[in-house]
């Protein structure tokens, strides 16, 4: 964060992530902060590619301090605003995916860790490609109201429904490290999301979590993943749709804002090596409350990444 709000208001100039400098060159930054305005897998409601310029905009009431842990990730790591990986070939799914997989290969080679943000959630397949190809298999905490592991939709396996049946297909993922925590709604067909039972993920349904909590939610995830090295992919329609109306694929009876605080304060602890939020969509958002909650997780997925780099650091420097 540039200024001290008592010195410049938060009003002020052109608003980038949580008033970060923005960078087109990312090396030298610690953890980078980029948009990916694209929403073109999208299977019913669009407008996810408006997502990172409202959450922009609102991110400028993100303040320095978590009042609830105290982190304080804009003192603990060098963050700036990488700006927006985007794609000239917006018509065609394929190779706008590749477009933005050559865009997060350079926020690889630059060494920073991203935090993306949506866009529908068919990019977290393309970030994943340019981050973890040529090693492990990562883990990952997925918090969604869908688990995004089916197969063909109308003709396309790549879709915002499917990138983590790809993922485990290429070897990005590990089912076996992964928790899908806020699973709900109906379904078109009763095994819908089977690629991920059969694969060994942890799939956490909304209605365990209304009996655990997302206290208990979050010790799955613990479990589930372990010491490695972890992907967070947040989807906003996790939250209830009272939370988050702004979204592409709303389901009732979903997470409150104040729950999800809770559930990612206590993923705390796991080694989250990149994260993305997504499925932002402002179009259908009402006086900007989804893209407030969004900027407001943004804030708290900073606070992890930068306790995780913090944590590897220190690891490595024994
Ligand atoms: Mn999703």
Redo the contacts with the bound molecule.
Sequence with gaps: MTSDPQTRPRYLGLPTFMRLPYAEDVSGADIAVLGVPFDGGVSNRPGARHGPRAIRDLSSMVRKVNQATGAAPFDAASIVDGGDIWTERVYRLEDAHADIQAGFAKVREAGAVPLSVGGD?SISLPIMRALFSGGPPVGMVHI???C?TADDDVGSRFH??A?FSRAVEEGLLDPKRTAQIGIRGALFQPDRWKFSYDAGMRVVPMEEVYEIGPKGAAAIAHEVVGDGPTYL?F?I?CLDPAFAPGTG?PEIGGFSTAEALVLLRRLAGIDFVAGDL??VSPPFDSAGITALAGANIMFEILCLLTASLAARRSAAAK
Excluded: I, L, Y
């Design positions: 959630h969604d109201a869908h995004d915002h429904g990138p992919s989807d329609d694929t997504v499925e």
